[in-house]
């Protein structure tokens, strides 16, 4: 029996390898798995086609898209070039980072102040009902609530277009077609669909509080204002700074549906971004190279805003991402 278990033992995989760590932990592997799998097909395996930026990409050099790929002319940076270059770059970047420093600016802060509000709350059942119907437009898509702004806001029989008639007479603003107001009202569909829903990472930061710190703040005389000045925004401003650099990294990330939905011909000079190029040149033109080049482009960017984000956060005594 003694030689078996010495056999038995000497099988076993040493501790702090890999193999260990299967063997110890493989019903969570397991389940990880599926996600695993999924990430690897779906984001990993497409970034093969990156290559399509350093080439000359025809889809007619091979029997198959990935024919297509490895048989098209290798042209280095010349497609980037083209792009940093054309006539359309700049217009493209200067409306991206207008509407994106705009949501900054507007639309980060709103989920913050909504969490603290609804935080004071202290009736449960009125909270717990107005987290529901904040938590609502979420779920609506983007082409219901491009259908419902369009509703509201044509000049024909728009309810709310009427309202601002009264008001402004004959000068009321055509909020669907003036290119001044696009950008507001971009914002102003963002922060009526995803403010609520972006509370919660900020309510579960408050939620971990110690309560003690408000009782004691009681004691030495601290109102409402000092309490949320002194305790609750310190306790989350962690997590405040790395939504932050979320948010930095998504700088050119204007999202693609909500622009497309709203984007029309009086609009098109203010609205089109870097999404909406990426699928007018390679969707609708076929310039799969071109589109791909700008993709690249924008992604390279996000990584280093990220990454710069992360820095700045940590010389200013924040732990960051890592």
Not at 37 to 58: H, K, N, Q, R, T
Not at 128 to 137: D, E, H, L
Not at 258 to 265: A, D, E, K, P, Y
Request: charged share 15%.
């Amino acid at each position: 029996m003694g030689e078996k278990a010495a056999a038995a033992a000497a099988k076993k995989p040493k501790a702090g390898t890999w193999k260990h760590a299967l063997q110890t932990h493989k019903w969570l592997y397991i389940m990880i798995a599926p996600g695993v799998i999924w990430m690897l097909v779906f984001c990993f395996l497409p970034m093969f086609g990156l290559l399509m930026a350093f080439e000359d990409f025809s889809p007619y050099n091979g029997d198959s898209m990935l024919g297509a790929i490895l048989h098209s002319p290798i042209v280095g940076f010349d497609v980037f070039k083209k792009f940093l270059t054309g006539p359309d770059f700049l217009t493209i970047l200067g409306n991206t980072l207008k509407i994106s420093i705009t949501s900054l600016i507007f639309y980060f802060p709103a989920p913050i102040i909504l969490a603290l509000i609804l935080n004071e709350l202290k009736n449960v059942m009125f909270k717990r009902v107005t987290q529901t119907m904040v938590y609502i437009p979420h779920f609506i898509s983007w082409v219901i609530v491009a259908t419902l702004t369009a509703q509201l806001f044509n000049t024909t029989d728009g309810f709310v277009y009427h309202i601002i008639k009264t008001v402004f007479g004959e000068n009321a603003p055509d909020i669907m077609s003036n290119p001044n107001l696009f950008v507001p009202m971009i914002i102003g569909q963002s922060m009526w669909k995803e403010t609520g829903y972006g509370t919660i990472i900020f309510l579960a930061a408050l939620s971990g509080v110690d309560v003690q710190l408000y009782e004691a703040a009681a004691v030495d005389g601290a109102n409402r204002w000092q309490k949320l000045w002194h305790i609750t925004l310190p306790a989350i401003r962690a997590t405040i700074v790395i939504m932050l650099i979320l948010k930095v990294g998504q700088l050119l990330n204007t999202g693609y549906e909500q622009i497309f939905l709203m984007q029309n011909s009086m609009n098109r000079a203010v609205s089109d971004v870097f999404d909406t190029y990426i699928y007018t040149k390679g969707v609708a033109n076929g310039n799969y190279s071109l589109a791909t080049a700008a993709g690249l482009f924008k992604s390279v960017v996000s990584m280093i805003m990220v990454l710069g984000a992360n820095r700045l956060a940590k010389v200013f005594g924040e732990s960051g991402f890592y």
